[in-house]
Nanobody, 116 residues
Framework: QVQLVESGGGLVQPGGSLRLSCVAS????????MSWYRQAPGKERELVAG????????NYTDSMKGRFTMSRDNAKNTVYLQMNSLKPEDTAVYYC?????????WGQGTQVTVSS
């Protein structure tokens, strides 16, 4: 049974930091490219960042560059998203996504709220 379980979301003040985690099970994690997406109320889901299966290559949406860092630990079947200098517009549900060829799996999401 494939599972992606995100955690680490919560309420944080503007300028603060959060670290999201996504633990995978039920598939060969180290062979999958992983991504973080987010969806704000009333908006479409958007790509935040992606990382190659081995972890050597990452890419970020322009608005997150320099503030967010994605990493993975294949020994722990886990990906991370370190988010710094958070802004109110970063408020959204954050999802991790695993992809390999035609296969794709979504987590259930974790809520991030940036507010004073």
């Amino acid at each position: 049974q494939v599972q992606l379980v995100e955690s680490g979301g919560g309420l944080v003040q503007p300028g603060g930091s959060l670290r999201l985690s996504c633990v995978a099970s039920g598939f060969t994690f180290s062979t999958y490219r992983m991504s973080w997406y987010r969806q704000a109320p009333g908006k479409e889901r958007e790509l935040v960042a992606g990382i190659s299966s081995g972890g050597s290559t990452t890419n970020y949406t322009d608005s997150m560059k320099g503030r967010f860092t994605m990493s993975r630990d294949n020994a722990k079947n886990t990906v991370y998203l370190q988010m710094n200098s958070l802004k109110p517009e970063d408020t959204a549900v954050y999802y991790c996504y695993a992809a390999r060829y035609a296969s794709g799996y979504w987590g259930q999401g974790t809520q991030v709220t940036v507010s004073s």
